[in-house]
Nanobody, 123 residues
């Protein structure tokens, strides 16, 4: 059974940092591309960042809204996906979901979701 469990969310002031983690199990983590997707209060889903699998070159991609502030990474030995978030803004407040794709590249469809981690940016 595929499981994705996010952790690391919380309350942070504007300009602060947080690191989200996603512990993955039930599949061969290294062979799939992974993404972070968020949903702000009252809004739809927004893709934030993705990382290809090892065979996909492990290349990363970001939404323009977070480029230069967020960094996605993966530790295949620990079956864990990370999202380092720096210079956080009010508009980064959202539930952040870890998402497994169906293939080696980020553009493959998402087929599994975590339950999400709430990030609140507030002064």
């Amino acid at each position: 059974e595929v499981q994705l469990v996010e952790s690391g969310g919380g309350l942070v002031q504007p300009g602060g940092s947080l690191r989200l983690s996603c512990a993955a199990s039930g599949f061969t983590f290294s062979t799939y591309a992974m993404s972070w997707v968020r949903q702000a209060p009252g809004k739809g889903l927004e893709w934030v960042s993705g990382i290809n699998s090892d065979s996909g070159g492990s290349s990363t991609s970001y939404a323009d809204s977070v480029k230069g502030r967020f960094t996605i990474s993966r530790d295949n030995a620990k079956n864990t996906l990370y999202l380092q978030m720096n210079s956080l803004k009010f508009e980064d407040t959202a539930v952040y979901y870890c998402a497994k794709t169906a293939g080696i590249y980020v553009y493959f469809a998402v087929n599994y979701w975590g339950k999400g981690a709430l990030v609140t940016v507030s002064s």
